[in-house]
C-alpha cells in the first residue's frame, strides 16, 4: 500500500506550515548554516543557498511523489517570517507510520514554535490522514528537541545504541563525526488526549492547490 501527502497549509495561533518554496532560499541556507543544526542532523556545512535552491525545488516533489515525506516551511503568522522545518520522512503508508523532526532558527528558539508546529503536524497526521504512528528520534544528549517530544505528548519507547552520528567543531572550524545513542519517541492517537487543547480550538488545514 503506498500513498502522498496532499497539498496542505496548517495553521496554529502563531504561525503557519506550508510548503516551501523559492523564495525561502536565503532564510533557509542561514538557518541551516546555524552551529545547532550543524552538531545535530547531516546537513552539510557550511550549507548554500544553491543547496537550499536544490532541497525547495528538486527534493522536496521527489519524496513527496515518491510517498516517502513531506516538508513544510515554518512561517510566523503575523510576519510570514521563516521560523524553521518540520520534515516527514520513511513514511509507510501499509502501517500508517511515519518520522517526524524539526529544525528551529536560531533567533526564533525559546518560543515554543518547534513544539507548536510539531504539534499541529501531529494533529493532522493522526487526525486528518488516519495515520496511527509517529516516530521522533533525538540524539541522546540533544536535551532541547527531547522537551519537544516530551511536551507534545510523546513516549519514549528505548534507546537505539550507537545509532546516531553527531558533529562537533574543532578549534580550526571543521567539523568531525561522534557517535551517540539514539531515543526513540512514539505518539499514537490516544497519545494526543488533552495535548495541545489551545491548538485544536485555534488551528485549521487548508488545502493548497497543486505545488512543486
Not at 543547496?51 to 510517498?67: F, K, N
Request: with cysteine.
Amino acid at each position: 500500500m503506498s500513498g502522498t501527502f496532499p497539498n496542505i497549509s496548517i495553521s496554529t495561533e502563531r504561525l503557519v506550515l506550508r510548503p516551501l518554496d523559492e523564495d525561502d532560499v536565503p532564510a533557509l541556507a542561514e538557518m541551516m548554516n546555524d552551529e545547532q543544526v550543524g552538531a545535530w542532523t547531516s546537513v552539510p556545512q557550511p550549507y548554500t543557498e544553491e543547496q537550499a535552491r536544490t532541497w525547495i525545488t528538486e527534493r522536496t516533489a521527489a519524496e513527496r511523489d515518491a510517498g516517502r515525506g513531506l516538508d513544510l516551511a515554518v512561517t510566523e503568522f503575523l510576519t510570514q517570517r521563516l521560523v524553521g522545518v518540520v520534515q516527514l520522512a520513511r513514511t509507510d503508508w501499509h502501517v500508517r507510520s511515519t518520522e517526524l523532526s524539526y529544525i528551529i532558527a536560531p533567533w526564533a528558539r525559546g518560543e515554543g514554535y518547534a513544539s507548536e508546529a510539531a504539534l499541529a503536524t501531529a494533529q493532522w497526521l493522526l487526525g486528518d490522514q488516519k495515520f496511527e504512528r509517529i516516530e521522533l528520534r533525538t540524539a541522546a544528549d540533544n536535551t532541547a528537541s527531547q522537551q519537544v517530544a516530551q511536551k507534545i505528548g510523546c513516549i519514549s519507547e528505548g534507546v537505539l545504541r550507537n545509532a546516531c552520528i553527531a558533529r562537533v567543531r574543532a578549534e580550526d572550524g571543521t567539523w568531525n563525526d561522534v557517535r551517540t545513542d539514539y531515543i526513540v519517541w512514539s505518539l499514537l492517537p490516544e497519545d494526543l488526549d488533552g495535548a495541545g487543547e489551545e491548538l485544536a480550538d485555534s488551528g485549521g488545514f487548508t488545502s493548497f492547490p497543486d505545488w512543486n
